[in-house]
């Protein structure tokens, strides 16, 4: 069974500035995807990148990329530009290549400052 | 657009009671799950779906079952329920396996807040 480890239950950061956050895993697969959910008050779930293990090139979308380091299954996320709007819960999850199981880490609780 | 549509979004529950929350897509999605979520503990996997007639059991399927009679809909249902039960539930689908034609990401519905005293 693989684990998401999230090792920051909370975070903040001032607005326009730069966070990371960090997430780890476990797994004895060789092929997987990664996600990075946030989840606002709203509490919809929302995607907001996604990376394969099978590419060794870092995933990017807009102010949002990773660091994805498969030989010590680590899977960041930096937020660039921090806006009030990314205030929110952030998952890592890690799925596998079956695509029928999806585990999710605890949780990261971001708040951005004005 | 529906996307994924979850009801009822609140329900109060006593001990021992019976209930079902629906989900049902519209985007033609093989793949359905629904998970629980627990302060602290994200998302945990409870039963899943890869088409119609086909379920499986995830990570905490103990309490729960699930039927998949057409592509659209995954109800879950609790038999007897408990006050452990109490969580937020979602209802999530894709196209299907990651490794396939599908994208392997998730579209969840917005959540059903369930209260079991």
């Known amino acids: 069974a693989q684990t998401v480890t999230q090792s920051q239950p909370e975070m903040s950061v001032q607005e326009a500035e730069t966070v990371t956050l960090s997430c780890t895993y476990d797994?004895?697969?060789?092929?997987?995807?990664l996600f990075w959910y946030k989840q606002p008050p709203s509490r919809q779930m929302i995607l907001v990148i996604r990376?394969?293990?099978?590419?060794?090139q870092n995933a990017t979308e807009n102010r949002f990329s990773v660091n994805f380091q498969k030989a010590a299954k680590s899977f960041s996320l930096k937020i660039s530009d921090s806006q009030l709007g990314d205030t929110a819960m952030y998952f890592c999850?890690?799925?596998?290549?079956?695509?029928?199981?999806?585990?999710f880490g605890g949780g990261t609780r971001l708040m951005v400052k004005p | 657009n529906a996307g994924v549509t979850q009801t009822p979004k609140f329900q109060v529950l006593k001990t021992g009671q019976s209930m079902t929350l629906q989900c049902a897509q519209d985007?033609?999605?093989?793949?359905m799950s629904w998970y629980r979520q627990d302060p602290g503990m994200g998302l945990r996997l409870i039963h899943y779906?890869?088409?119609?007639?086909?379920?499986d059991q995830g990570e905490v399927p103990n309490g729960y079952n699930v039927s998949r009679s057409t592509t659209e809909d995954f109800p879950l249902r609790l038999l007897s329920a408990a006050p452990s039960q109490t969580s937020v539930y979602f209802c999530?689908?894709?196209?299907?396996?990651?490794?396939?034609?599908?994208?392997?990401?998730?579209?969840f519905g917005e959540g059903s807040r369930l209260t079991v005293l």
């Open positions: 999530a689908s894709s196209y299907g396996p990651s490794g396939g034609a599908g994208t392997g990401e998730l579209f």
């Open positions: 797994t004895s697969e060789s092929n997987y995807y």
């Open positions: 990376q394969e293990a099978y590419k060794q």
């Open positions: 999850a890690f799925m596998n290549y079956a695509g029928n199981m999806l585990t």
């Open positions: 985007m033609n999605h093989e793949y």
């Open positions: 779906s890869v088409g119609a007639g086909i379920t």
